[in-house]
């Protein structure tokens, strides 16, 4: 009506839409109900949330960081906060393959068979590599994930994809955790199955495992830390050297995705509090301070 008062009378447009006269003039003075009045302060906490995530939590997240701080709240009560703030999360992309498999090379068998369950730390390990594009060219990361808290536990980078881009992920994860007996699954690819990786293995006192050729559900945990290193972070940046991409996913490992980047498989909670709580819990570990530091020299 408002739009149309310069043109028509109110008792016109009134008649017209079938309602009062005193009915719209009570309308305008009358103010707003606790609903919206509510649904105002959730939406600054829905917006301050999704900031703080840079962008990336769609409901399912934001639903259990307004739970974790206070404010139970349903999901399609902050679907449709969020629809209707123009807010929304990040989807995911396909990726490329990354690692060849050598025909002569002997692989490890399969320790999992698809099982990515672990009841406890250091008992199932993942990994893989990905690519990271720049406007000089490739960056390499490769990560060692703990299939239990989800936890990135090593990581390198590098512009090749030599043998040593996973050695250098292998040792971090060896150094932070000083596994006993750990499986280390990888896909069959040319960096897992050379033997200096094997005798690295044997050092350490890992046991490597490897799923088929040509299957991403063999890998599957790994496949979904990149999907979201993806679609968070790679799809929303350009990065003019490696140098400065290698700056950005050091913030998103050490930064968000393990310290604070919520789960749905820990019932959202980020990697690291799920430790946390754990160790709480059992009242017996202990992790030693992460290595942070890029451990594979770009270029080397």
Same mark, same amino acid.
């Given at each position: #009506?408002k739009?149309h008062?310069?043109?028509?009378?109110?008792?016109?447009?009134?008649?017209v839409?079938?309602v009062s006269?005193?009915?719209?003039y009570?309308w305008?003075?009358?103010?707003?109900?606790?609903r919206?009045?509510?649904?105002?302060v959730?939406t600054?906490q829905?917006?301050r949330?999704h900031?703080?995530s840079r962008?990336?939590?769609?409901?399912?997240?934001i $639903?259990?960081e307004l739970?974790?701080? +206070?404010?139970?709240?349903g999901r399609k009560?902050?679907?449709?906060?969020?629809?209707?703030?123009?807010?929304? +999360?990040?989807s995911?992309?396909?990726?490329?393959?990354?690692t060849v498999?050598?025909?002569?090379?002997?692989p490890?068998?399969?320790l999992v068979?698809?099982?990515?369950?672990?009841?406890?730390?250091?008992q199932?390990?993942?990994?893989?590599i990905?690519?990271?594009p720049?406007?000089?060219?490739f960056?390499y990361?490769?990560?060692?994930?703990?299939a239990?808290?989800r936890?990135?536990?090593?990581?390198? #980078?590098?512009?090749?994809?030599?043998?040593?881009l996973?050695?250098?992920?292998?040792? #971090?994860a060896v150094? $932070?955790?000083q596994p006993?007996?750990?499986?280390?699954?990888?896909?069959? +690819?040319?960096?897992?199955?050379?033997?200096?990786?094997g005798q690295?293995?044997r050092?350490?006192?890992?046991r490597?495992s490897?799923?088929s050729?040509?299957d991403?559900?063999?890998?599957?945990?790994?496949?979904?830390f990149f999907a979201?290193?993806?679609?968070e972070l790679l799809?929303?940046c350009s990065?003019r050297?490696?140098?400065?991409?290698?700056?950005?996913?050091f913030?998103?490992i050490?930064?968000?995705y393990n310290p604070?980047?919520?789960?749905s498989?820990?019932?959202?909670?980020?990697?690291?509090?799920f430790e946390q $709580?754990?160790?709480?819990?059992a009242?017996?570990?202990?992790?030693?301070?992460?290595q942070v530091?890029?451990?594979?020299?770009?270029?080397?």
């Open positions: #009506m739009a008062r310069a043109a028509h009378s109110i008792a016109t447009l009134c008649r839409l079938e006269a005193s009915g719209y009570a305008q003075t009358r103010g707003r109900s606790v919206a009045r509510e649904d105002a959730l600054d829905i917006r949330i900031r703080q962008g990336t939590y769609g409901a399912p997240r $639903q259990a739970t974790a701080t +206070g404010t139970p709240v009560r902050v679907a449709r906060l969020m629809h209707a703030a123009g807010l929304r +999360g990040v995911r992309r396909k990726r490329i393959v990354t498999r050598q025909p002569a090379a002997r490890a068998p399969d068979q698809r099982a990515f369950t672990a009841a406890g730390p250091n199932l390990w993942v990994a893989d990905t690519y990271i720049t406007w000089s060219g960056l990361l490769a990560v060692v994930l703990d239990w808290s936890r990135i536990v090593g990581w390198a #980078m590098t512009t090749h994809l030599r043998t040593t996973v050695l250098a992920a292998l040792d #971090m150094r $932070q955790r006993q007996a750990v499986i280390h699954h990888s896909d069959q +690819g040319s960096q897992y199955t050379a033997l200096a990786f690295r293995c050092q350490a006192g890992v490597p490897m799923g050729v040509g991403c559900y063999d890998n599957a945990m790994c496949e979904s979201t290193l993806e679609c799809d929303r990065f050297t490696p140098a400065e991409a290698r700056l950005a996913v913030d998103f050490e930064g968000c604070q980047r919520r789960h498989a820990l019932g959202y909670e980020s990697p690291l509090h $709580q754990h160790a709480l819990t009242g017996a570990i202990s992790w030693p301070a992460p530091e890029p451990t594979a020299q770009e270029g080397g």
